[in-house]
């Protein structure tokens, strides 16, 4: 039993780096044929992984849906807050450290009436993704956090794909529905 429990898990670790791979894999298939890369790929330090980030922010006309390990990057939180000002719905799911970090900007987006949920799903809710429009997922190692982009080796992937955008979609609401919402303090 417990040889089937850690294979489900490691499906479940996998699975969205297979259908990454999938949908990379035939947009080179596209690329051969002359096309544009639905995909935008940045690394860090120093890569301006951020500057994709606040990009894909500004283009936004319909829902963001952000989950967060660790966000204190006050940029990326006030580029979501225009968003919202500007009438984009945007949520935002944290893991349980941010009630205690002392840079969070949890304060910034709850003060702009920004929905703002809390994972206790697991140990850590490591997730670091936007859903934007219900097409664009951004997504890879980069927390949204200053040091992710100044100080860490990173990676950043922002993709154009509605499928893959509706299952992190999928994901997100999921987390949502078994969080709590975040109390200020």
């Not at 894909?56 to 990326?76: G, H, K, M, N």
């Not at 840079?103 to 703002?116: G, K, Q, R, T």
């Not at 997922?137 to 040091?147: E, R």
């Amino acid at each position: 039993m417990m040889g089937k429990r850690i294979t489900l898990r490691r499906f479940w670790l996998i699975s969205p780096v297979l259908l990454a791979l999938v949908v990379l894999g035939s947009a080179a298939h596209r690329l051969e044929a002359g096309e544009a890369p639905p995909w935008k790929l940045c690394f860090s330090p120093d890569g301006r992984c951020s500057t994709l980030i606040l990009e894909a922010i500004s283009s936004a006309r319909e829902p963001i849906r952000v989950q967060a390990y660790s966000f204190t990057a006050r940029p990326i939180a006030e580029a979501l807050v225009e968003a919202h000002r500007r009438g984009v719905d945007v949520a935002v799911i944290v893991d349980k450290s941010q009630n205690s970090e002392r840079y969070s900007v949890m304060s910034l987006l709850s003060e702009a009436n920004i929905p703002l949920y809390v994972d206790y799903c697991c140990a850590i809710a490591h997730n670091k993704v936007m859903v934007i429009d219900g097409k664009k997922v951004v997504t890879g190692s980069c927390n949204f956090t200053q040091s992710a982009e100044s100080l860490n080796a990173e990676n950043l992937l922002v993709i154009d794909d509605a499928k893959m955008a509706k299952a992190y979609l999928d994901n997100w609401r999921g987390h949502r529905d078994g969080a709590r919402v975040f109390a200020v303090k």
